[in-house]
Protein backbone atom coordinates (compact mmCIF):
# COMPACT_ATOMS: atom_id res chain seq x y z
CA UNK A 1 0.00 0.00 0.00
CA UNK A 2 2.12 2.54 0.82
CA UNK A 3 4.50 1.72 -2.24
CA UNK A 4 1.34 2.55 -4.41
CA UNK A 5 1.03 6.15 -2.23
CA UNK A 6 4.23 6.91 -3.19
CA UNK A 7 4.26 5.79 -6.71
CA UNK A 8 0.50 8.03 -7.02
CA UNK A 9 2.55 11.20 -5.02
CA UNK A 10 5.13 10.62 -7.63
CA UNK A 11 2.78 11.24 -10.82
CA UNK A 12 1.48 13.78 -8.70
CA UNK A 13 4.70 15.85 -8.65
CA UNK A 14 5.05 15.32 -12.65
CA UNK A 15 1.64 16.16 -13.46
CA UNK A 16 1.93 19.48 -11.67
CA UNK A 17 5.60 20.23 -13.05
CA UNK A 18 4.05 19.85 -16.63
CA UNK A 19 1.46 22.24 -15.95
CA UNK A 20 3.59 24.58 -14.45
CA UNK A 21 5.92 24.41 -17.83
CA UNK A 22 3.32 24.62 -20.35
CA UNK A 23 1.84 27.59 -18.30
CA UNK A 24 4.93 29.63 -18.21
CA UNK A 25 5.26 28.53 -22.08
CA UNK A 26 1.99 30.37 -22.70
CA UNK A 27 2.27 33.46 -20.20
CA UNK A 28 5.88 33.65 -22.02
CA UNK A 29 4.15 33.70 -25.49
CA UNK A 30 1.65 36.61 -24.17
CA UNK A 31 4.49 38.31 -23.25
CA UNK A 32 6.02 38.04 -26.29
CA UNK A 33 3.25 39.28 -28.07
CA UNK A 34 2.30 41.71 -26.13
CA UNK A 35 5.80 43.21 -26.57
CA UNK A 36 6.07 43.48 -30.30
CA UNK A 37 6.43 46.28 -32.47
CA UNK A 38 3.66 48.02 -33.86
CA UNK A 39 3.63 47.83 -37.50
CA UNK A 40 5.43 51.32 -38.96
CA UNK A 41 1.95 53.53 -40.58
CA UNK A 42 2.18 54.77 -44.20
CA UNK A 43 1.22 57.95 -45.51
CA UNK A 44 -1.96 57.22 -46.68
CA UNK A 45 -2.69 56.09 -43.01
CA UNK A 46 -1.68 59.08 -40.70
CA UNK A 47 -1.33 62.56 -41.63
CA UNK A 48 1.68 63.02 -39.70
CA UNK A 49 3.25 60.66 -41.44
CA UNK A 50 1.84 62.17 -45.09
CA UNK A 51 3.61 65.53 -43.59
CA UNK A 52 7.14 63.72 -43.04
CA UNK A 53 7.11 61.65 -45.94
CA UNK A 54 6.51 64.84 -47.91
CA UNK A 55 9.07 66.59 -46.71
CA UNK A 56 11.44 63.90 -46.97
CA UNK A 57 10.29 63.34 -50.62
CA UNK A 58 10.95 67.48 -51.49
CA UNK A 59 14.52 67.25 -49.63
CA UNK A 60 15.33 63.83 -51.77
CA UNK A 61 14.40 65.54 -54.90
CA UNK A 62 16.22 69.01 -54.20
CA UNK A 63 19.37 66.33 -53.63
CA UNK A 64 18.65 64.71 -56.85
CA UNK A 65 18.07 68.06 -59.31
CA UNK A 66 21.31 69.41 -57.36
CA UNK A 67 23.69 66.60 -58.96
CA UNK A 68 21.91 66.91 -61.88
CA UNK A 69 22.78 70.36 -62.52
CA UNK A 70 25.39 71.02 -60.13
CA UNK A 71 26.69 74.55 -59.62
CA UNK A 72 29.83 76.25 -57.30
CA UNK A 73 27.77 75.49 -54.14
CA UNK A 74 25.92 72.54 -54.49
CA UNK A 75 28.28 69.93 -52.64
CA UNK A 76 27.89 72.27 -49.92
CA UNK A 77 24.19 72.11 -50.31
CA UNK A 78 23.59 68.36 -50.70
CA UNK A 79 25.46 68.37 -47.27
CA UNK A 80 23.13 70.42 -45.56
CA UNK A 81 19.70 68.47 -47.10
CA UNK A 82 21.55 65.30 -46.40
CA UNK A 83 21.99 65.80 -42.69
CA UNK A 84 18.26 67.29 -42.90
CA UNK A 85 16.95 64.13 -44.55
CA UNK A 86 18.58 62.53 -41.87
CA UNK A 87 16.44 64.72 -39.01
CA UNK A 88 13.19 63.61 -40.89
CA UNK A 89 14.14 60.16 -41.03
CA UNK A 90 14.31 60.34 -36.94
CA UNK A 91 11.03 62.44 -37.11
CA UNK A 92 9.52 59.37 -38.73
CA UNK A 93 10.83 56.64 -36.61
CA UNK A 94 9.49 58.73 -33.61
CA UNK A 95 6.32 59.25 -34.74
CA UNK A 96 5.71 55.78 -35.46
CA UNK A 97 5.87 55.54 -39.34
CA UNK A 98 7.79 54.20 -42.23
CA UNK A 99 10.96 55.32 -42.25
CA UNK A 100 12.54 56.56 -45.20
CA UNK A 101 8.58 56.46 -46.48
CA UNK A 102 9.00 59.73 -49.23
CA UNK A 103 6.18 61.43 -51.26
CA UNK A 104 6.63 64.49 -54.03
CA UNK A 105 4.83 67.52 -53.09
CA UNK A 106 1.53 67.46 -55.14
CA UNK A 107 -0.21 70.40 -56.66
CA UNK A 108 -3.90 68.88 -57.41
CA UNK A 109 -5.64 71.94 -57.85
CA UNK A 110 -3.89 73.18 -60.53
CA UNK A 111 -4.13 71.19 -63.81
CA UNK A 112 -8.21 71.63 -63.34
CA UNK A 113 -7.80 75.49 -63.53
CA UNK A 114 -6.55 75.58 -67.06
CA UNK A 115 -9.12 73.33 -68.66
CA UNK A 116 -11.75 75.37 -66.82
CA UNK A 117 -10.35 79.03 -68.22
CA UNK A 118 -10.06 77.24 -71.60
CA UNK A 119 -13.78 76.44 -71.69
CA UNK A 120 -15.05 79.90 -71.98
CA UNK A 121 -12.79 81.17 -75.05
CA UNK A 122 -14.05 77.90 -77.36
CA UNK A 123 -17.68 78.73 -76.63
CA UNK A 124 -17.18 82.66 -77.02
CA UNK A 125 -14.18 82.40 -79.98
CA UNK A 126 -12.64 84.79 -77.68
CA UNK A 127 -8.81 84.56 -78.39
CA UNK A 128 -8.33 87.10 -75.66
CA UNK A 129 -9.38 85.15 -72.74
CA UNK A 130 -6.42 83.01 -72.43
CA UNK A 131 -3.89 85.44 -72.82
CA UNK A 132 -5.86 86.94 -69.69
CA UNK A 133 -6.04 83.58 -67.35
CA UNK A 134 -2.08 82.92 -68.18
CA UNK A 135 -0.57 84.81 -65.08
CA UNK A 136 -3.11 83.72 -63.06
CA UNK A 137 -2.40 80.09 -63.47
CA UNK A 138 1.66 81.02 -63.33
CA UNK A 139 0.97 82.79 -59.95
CA UNK A 140 3.22 80.31 -58.78
CA UNK A 141 6.77 82.01 -60.64
CA UNK A 142 8.91 84.62 -59.59
CA UNK A 143 7.44 86.87 -61.56
CA UNK A 144 4.26 87.46 -59.61
CA UNK A 145 3.67 91.24 -58.44
CA UNK A 146 3.55 91.86 -54.93
CA UNK A 147 0.11 90.41 -52.68
CA UNK A 148 -0.50 87.97 -55.03
CA UNK A 149 -1.07 84.79 -54.13
CA UNK A 150 0.81 82.36 -55.24
CA UNK A 151 1.60 78.72 -55.15
CA UNK A 152 -1.74 77.66 -55.71
CA UNK A 153 -2.55 74.29 -54.76
CA UNK A 154 0.71 73.60 -52.96
CA UNK A 155 0.97 71.81 -49.68
CA UNK A 156 3.11 73.38 -47.35
CA UNK A 157 5.74 71.10 -45.37
CA UNK A 158 8.90 71.74 -43.11
CA UNK A 159 12.30 71.59 -45.05
CA UNK A 160 13.91 70.31 -41.58
CA UNK A 161 16.23 73.13 -41.90
CA UNK A 162 17.18 75.33 -38.52
CA UNK A 163 18.14 78.90 -37.65
CA UNK A 164 15.18 81.95 -38.26
CA UNK A 165 11.62 81.69 -39.57
CA UNK A 166 12.40 82.01 -42.62
CA UNK A 167 11.68 79.42 -46.60
CA UNK A 168 12.89 78.12 -49.55
CA UNK A 169 11.71 78.28 -52.96
CA UNK A 170 12.28 76.71 -56.49
CA UNK A 171 10.47 79.64 -58.32
CA UNK A 172 11.57 82.87 -56.20
CA UNK A 173 14.95 83.97 -55.80
CA UNK A 174 16.60 85.11 -52.21
CA UNK A 175 15.06 88.05 -50.51
CA UNK A 176 12.13 87.29 -51.61
CA UNK A 177 9.43 87.34 -49.20
CA UNK A 178 6.07 85.44 -49.16
CA UNK A 179 3.28 85.26 -46.20
CA UNK A 180 2.07 82.02 -45.37
CA UNK A 181 -1.37 81.48 -44.06
CA UNK A 182 -2.70 77.93 -42.56
CA UNK A 183 -6.26 78.04 -43.44
CA UNK A 184 -7.22 75.10 -40.86
CA UNK A 185 -6.41 77.38 -37.63
CA UNK A 186 -5.82 81.26 -39.67
CA UNK A 187 -2.54 81.27 -38.30
CA UNK A 188 0.11 83.44 -40.43
CA UNK A 189 3.67 84.09 -40.85
CA UNK A 190 6.20 86.29 -43.31
CA UNK A 191 9.27 84.69 -44.22
CA UNK A 192 11.86 86.05 -46.12
CA UNK A 193 12.83 83.23 -48.60
CA UNK A 194 16.70 82.51 -48.07
CA UNK A 195 17.54 79.27 -50.42
CA UNK A 196 16.84 76.99 -53.10
CA UNK A 197 14.44 74.10 -52.33
CA UNK A 198 12.49 71.04 -54.60
CA UNK A 199 8.93 73.07 -53.92
CA UNK A 200 7.16 76.15 -54.62
CA UNK A 201 7.63 76.89 -50.56
CA UNK A 202 8.70 75.11 -47.93
CA UNK A 203 9.01 76.66 -44.25
CA UNK A 204 12.34 76.20 -41.80
CA UNK A 205 11.18 74.26 -38.61
CA UNK A 206 11.08 77.66 -37.04
CA UNK A 207 8.66 79.43 -39.53
CA UNK A 208 6.71 75.82 -39.52
CA UNK A 209 6.24 76.07 -35.84
CA UNK A 210 4.85 79.23 -36.16
CA UNK A 211 1.67 77.94 -38.46
CA UNK A 212 1.19 74.61 -37.74
CA UNK A 213 -1.24 72.54 -35.99
CA UNK A 214 -0.23 70.15 -33.05
CA UNK A 215 1.49 67.10 -33.85
CA UNK A 216 0.63 68.02 -38.08
CA UNK A 217 3.88 67.79 -40.12
CA UNK A 218 1.57 69.19 -43.27
CA UNK A 219 -0.26 71.97 -44.06
CA UNK A 220 -3.03 71.09 -46.60
CA UNK A 221 -5.06 74.26 -46.56
CA UNK A 222 -2.37 76.90 -47.18
CA UNK A 223 -2.39 80.73 -48.53
CA UNK A 224 0.70 82.09 -50.07
CA UNK A 225 1.23 85.49 -51.14
CA UNK A 226 4.31 87.41 -52.60
CA UNK A 227 4.59 90.41 -50.32
CA UNK A 228 7.85 91.84 -50.90
Known amino acids: MSR???????????????????AGGGA???????????????ASESTVCLGLATALGNNQKFIADQRANPDAQSEARIANRE?????????????????GESAQDSQTAQPSQPAEAAQPPAASAQPSQPA??????DAGGG????????????TVTLSGEGGAPAASSNQFPAGTKL????????????VEVTSVSG??????????????????????????????
Request: aromatic residues 2%.
Open 4 to 22: RRTLGTKKKIALLVSAATV
Open 28 to 42: FVMASTSNAAPTPKS
Open 83 to 99: AVVAEIKRKQEASGCAV
Open 132 to 137: ESAPAG
Open 143 to 154: AAASGQQVCNGS
Open 179 to 190: KVTNLDNNKSTT
Open 199 to 228: SCALLNNAAFEQVREPGKFLIRRALIEKVG
